[in-house]
């Protein structure tokens, strides 16, 4: 099977670069949040100031997709991220100098933040998009497999590694570790070949880019549509379950290893999808994985009647599969389904929709639980799950999408997916 696999997205050079890339990236990635968290904390000792810093990142990021989109399908994807990549290898290098030598401020630290977080929204339309020149087309959904392997392998790995440095040695070389992955990351990209990208000749117009882009976006049902639904998904069940779910482990399971019990559940339930996405190819690929998606109600629903951590965790472990294996049957979709000149922005719609409601369901977990009990909000986070999977599934443009053979030609493969 290895040599199958190597023979497939891993037999192509540049596919294999982007892959290290990204799996050394997201290491990164999941390292740095514990060494900011407690920088800051080192620095001022509030959990608020931890929320800015956090806050920060993900308002930049989100504010700033549309306009990546658009640079990605404008210029070469590769160097979109490599300059991606190189400004925040700047902000993370900046950050944990700052901390190693005694003189951050945690202004500082919170603009640089921001810095990082417009650096990244350049750099996930671009990546999305730059998959598919990387392979052929029947390797496109082996290929989004393996970024998702990379991607939930990565993330115990990096927060355990995150913990361990700053535990030792301190948040600021946290973060100039965190600095190296980046320039690696760069480095790697670099060293790809690629075939030119075809280009429009007319002159870049930002509003018209902008307003091309959301006309692809919109006019595939399926995309608009569960882009909707997963934005309420992420206001609804997962933020009430990741902000709610620390504080029953602590006062009900005993502490944080409860906690930490139940997302290495997900992480394992994550890379299984990620694995499984390798091979299966659903042919009624967005019912499919709508029925899927019904097993994390399993999650909140447990957690709401405070089972067993270990019951929670296996079922965390089904909804990470859920998760992760649907995000790639979701990607190839795009890939598959969308110009390629439009993919970076459609993405970036795509990103910024599915993103735009999580501060909000992070902000109101809090005051929600307190009006009507944290088993309450956690039940109606179970039931919506349910009822409006149900929903969406039956919408046409969603019920009738079908994944194209993964050999057909582009032509096809829209044909048979709008």
């Known amino acids: 099977m290895i040599g199958r696999l190597r023979g497939g997205a891993l037999g192509e050079r540049s596919f294999r670069l982007l892959f290290a890339a990204r799996t050394i990236s997201f290491f990164g990635t999941n390292l740095a949040p514990i060494a900011v ?33 658009v640079v990605a399908d404008r210029l070469p994807r590769r160097l979109v991220m490599i300059a991606s990549d190189s400004a925040n290898l700047c902000v993370r290098a900046t950050m944990g100098a700052l901390l190693v030598s005694g003189h951050a401020r945690v202004w500082e630290l919170i603009a640089l933040q921001a810095v990082g977080g417009a650096a990244t929204a350049f750099y996930s339309p671009a990546s999305t998009g730059l998959v598919p020149e990387t392979v052929p087309a029947r390797h496109l959904q082996q290929a989004n497999g393996f970024m998702s392997i990379a991607r939930y392998v990565a993330f115990p790995v990096g927060a355990a590694a995150g913990g361990a440095i700053v535990a030792t040695v301190g948040s600021g070389w946290a973060l100039l570790l965190d600095a190296g992955t980046y320039g690696t990351s760069a480095l790697l990209l670099v060293a790809m070949t690629l075939p030119a990208r075809a280009r429009t000749a007319s002159a870049p117009n930002f509003l018209r880019e902008l307003r091309d882009g959301w006309q692809a976006f919109t006019e595939h049902t399926w995309v608009w549509v569960l882009t909707s639904w997963i934005s309420l998904y992420f206001l609804v069940t997962y933020a009430p379950f990741f902000v709610l779910g620390p504080y029953i ?75 992760s294996y649907g995000t790639v049957v979701w990607d190839t979709s795009l890939q598959q389904q969308i110009a390629p000149e439009k993919l970076s922005r459609v993405s970036a719609y795509n990103w910024m929709g599915a993103m ?8 109101l977990a809090g005051p929600v639980s307190d009006l ?41 493969a829209v044909a048979v997916g709008t």
């Open 372 to 412: 009507i009990g944290m088993s309450a909000y956690l039940w109606i986070g179970a039931a919506w799950v349910v009822v409006t999977t149900s929903v969406v599934i039956c919408v046409r443009g969603v019920r009738e999408f079908r994944l194209a053979p993964p050999d057909a030609p582009r032509e096809a």
């Open 249 to 323: 482990a602590k006062h009900s399971f005993g502490g944080a290893t409860a906690w930490a019990f139940i997302v290495t559940g997900e992480a394992i339930g994550s890379l299984a999808g990620g694995v499984v996405g390798l091979r299966l190819r659903p042919r009624r690929a967005m019912v499919v994985i709508g029925a899927i998606f019904t097993v994390i109600a399993l999650q909140s629903a447990l957690l709401a009647v405070h089972a067993p951590y270990p019951t929670i965790a296996v079922a965390a472990a089904f909804a990470g599969f859920a998760f």
């Open 356 to 363: 735009a409601f999580l501060p909000a369901g992070y902000a």
């Open 37 to 69: 968290a407690f920088g800051v904390l080192d620095l001022t000792g509030s959990a608020s100031y931890v929320g800015l810093s956090f806050a920060a990142w993900t308002l930049a990021q989100v504010s700033t997709l549309l306009v990546g989109g």
